[in-house]
């Protein structure tokens, strides 16, 4: 079985590339430096492990490394977030959507969608940061990044910059996903579909759940976005096995499956296969030592389904 250099993160699926960047609302390293895309991953706290639930991984084209905690006001994610943090007021040349469906200071109702993430940009650039951690970031006006809560679980963390145009299509990502908007300020004369995502009005699709779209970065990558609009449906598939099916690969994913939890695989005839992560096994560098970072599970069964 051949494993492919793909990492998906809830509905999105990026493929790797080499950074080139020069702009002022990019994705940025421990140092400031501007790249391309990064990835991160925070590890759960773990007491006989001596992790704190602050410590993570990243990489990007260039490099891999254990910086600093990811709650370092001057660490990745700081300087990443930095033209949002420092925009305490409004103002016409750069916009911003934070959204997440478990929000610090408030409840989404359940019609959103299961994402979280941040938009921002100005004419020329911009970034899309995806992540799993709920109550971040917090309202740009309360001064905080990281919540208390951060530490207890493991998260993933991917950044992407991109042109301005690119945004036009990411908009219609978060209406198709239902994206739960907490913070947000987008200037009259960018693009309306980042308008219609602010004040939540989502895109009902006419045939198809799915939404597939190719997406440049600024240093020329080839990404691709997947979105599943909510369905009422009780055998609506996956979106996993949608991604598995348009990509002709087998797919490894850490997922929640709700009331199907307990049921049997979803199988069907020969094809790629979904197979469900149980725990990540990486190699400390501070320590020397292999640490298995176990995944709280709902479901046990490492084969989840065969993909039509």
Not at 1 to 7: I, L
Not at 213 to 227: E, H, N, W
Request: charged content about 25%.
């Amino acid at each position: 079985m051949e494993v492919m250099s793909r990492v998906v993160l809830t509905v999105s699926l990026l493929c790797w590339g080499i950074c080139s960047s020069e702009a002022k609302v990019t994705c940025k390293d421990k140092n400031g430096g501007e790249v391309d895309w990064y990835i991160l991953y925070k590890v759960p706290k773990l007491n006989n492990k001596a992790l704190s639930g602050l410590e993570y991984f990243y990489i990007d084209s260039a490099k891999n490394e254990w910086p600093d905690p990811i709650n370092n006001p001057k660490g990745v994610l700081a300087h990443t977030l930095q033209p949002l943090l420092a925009h305490k007021t409004e103002t016409p040349d750069f916009g911003f959507i934070s959204y997440n469906d478990q929000p610090a200071g408030c409840t989404a109702d359940q019609v959103f969608g299961h994402s979280k993430g941040v938009v921002m940009m100005d004419k020329t650039t911009g970034v899309w940061l995806l992540h799993s951690t709920p109550h971040f970031p917090y309202d740009r006006k309360q001064g905080k990044l990281w919540p208390e809560s951060g530490a207890q679980h493991a998260q993933t963390f991917i950044c992407v910059t991109f042109t301005y145009s690119q945004f036009d299509q990411i908009g219609k990502h978060l209406q198709y996903i239902r994206a739960f908007p907490f913070d947000h300020y987008i200037p009259d004369g960018f693009h309306p579909v980042l308008k219609s995502v602010v004040k939540r009005e989502d895109l009902k699709p006419a045939l198809s759940p799915f939404l597939d779209q190719d997406l440049i970065s600024l240093g020329r990558q080839k990404f691709k976005s997947f979105a599943k609009y909510i369905s009422g449906s009780n055998n609506a598939r996956d979106l996993y096995f949608h991604i598995a099916k348009d990509l002709k690969s087998n797919l490894f994913a850490r997922t929640w499956r709700g009331s199907k939890e307990n049921e049997e695989s979803d199988c069907s005839d020969e094809g790629s296969i979904v197979y469900t992560i149980d725990f990540v096994e990486m190699t400390l560098n501070v320590d020397r030592k292999r640490v298995k970072m176990a995944a709280e599970r709902q479901w046990r069964k490492r084969l989840t389904g065969l993909l039509l």
